[in-house]
């Protein structure tokens, strides 16, 4: 059985396509993966004997195509998902999840702590907001 990718319609082993898996979002269901041919990164969803492919909506996912893959499995463990087809299995970690009020700065000097508590306004984004 070969699985394919949609982008580019490169097609692989089950071996091949779950090593590129390599995002879990627990919170979501969701899997990254990315393609080794062309690069195109998707998510999917895991199902019993298949592969759910789709897109954001009203806060979930909506599968709209679905791959058959005949004897697949899943096993949601606290920090990974465990795939297994046949007696092969591959354990895809799942995704550090930032706080939703974490700031994100530019890189700075090597050894020079980031802080991370307070956002620094400066210039045109100061302004806006009456600084």
């Given at each position: 059985m070969l699985i394919p990718c949609f982008a580019c319609e490169a097609r692989f082993t089950p071996d091949e396509y779950f090593a590129a898996c390599h995002d879990y979002h627990r919170g979501r269901d969701?899997?990254?993966?990315?393609?080794?041919?062309?690069?195109?990164?998707?998510?999917?969803?895991?199902?019993?004997?298949e592969l759910g492919?789709?897109?954001?909506?009203?806060?979930?996912?909506?599968?709209?195509?679905?791959?058959r893959v005949p004897g697949?499995?899943?096993?949601?463990?606290?920090?990974?998902?465990?795939?297994s087809l046949d007696k092969r299995v591959?354990?895809?970690?799942?995704?550090?999840?930032?706080?939703a009020h974490s700031v994100r700065h530019?890189?700075?000097?090597?050894?020079?702590?980031?802080?991370?508590?307070r956002q620094v306004l400066t210039g045109t984004a100061a302004t806006r907001a009456g600084r």
């Open positions: 969701l899997v990254a993966w990315t393609c080794p041919r062309c690069g195109n990164r998707d998510e999917l969803r895991v199902l019993p004997g492919f789709g897109y954001p909506s009203r806060g979930g996912y909506m599968v709209e195509d679905r791959f697949l499995r899943r096993r949601r463990a606290e920090l990974r998902l465990d795939i591959w354990r895809v970690p799942s995704r550090t999840a930032q706080p530019a890189p700075t000097a090597p050894g020079r702590p980031v802080s991370t508590d």
